[in-house]
């Protein structure tokens, strides 16, 4: 069952609509305000899946050298509202996502 990890600006109760597996947030990791890249660092030893909304951390990052794969939310806000009708989608494609890349979901 893989870990996944909710980016900081993701409403923080979409963890509860991923069920079956083990989720945590940025802010509970105790990562809150780091930058991408040094939050990809840490992420990649404690998580299998880091999930965010922000669309261009695919080209400001060079995710092949992260070991964790990065599932972008794409939806017209990030209010839970939008963000939940997504996760049916983002469940059905764990089993498909792999290390150093990311997963477009939604939109």
């Given amino acids: 069952m893989p870990k996944i990890l909710i980016d900081e600006c993701i409403d923080r109760r979409l963890a509860r609509e991923i069920t079956g597996h083990e989720v945590s947030t940025v802010p509970e990791a105790g990562w809150a305000g780091l930058n991408n890249s040094n939050l990809l660092t840490k992420a990649q030893h404690e998580f299998d899946i880091f999930i965010t909304i922000d669309q261009n951390l695919p080209s400001q990052q060079n995710l092949s050298k992260y070991d964790i794969a990065v599932v972008v939310l ?34």
């Fill in 74 to 107: 794409r939806s017209t806000t990030n209010r839970l509202s939008d963000l939940a009708p997504l996760i049916p989608e983002f469940l059905n494609s764990i089993a498909s996502v792999k290390p150093g890349t990311f997963t477009l979901i939604g939109g």
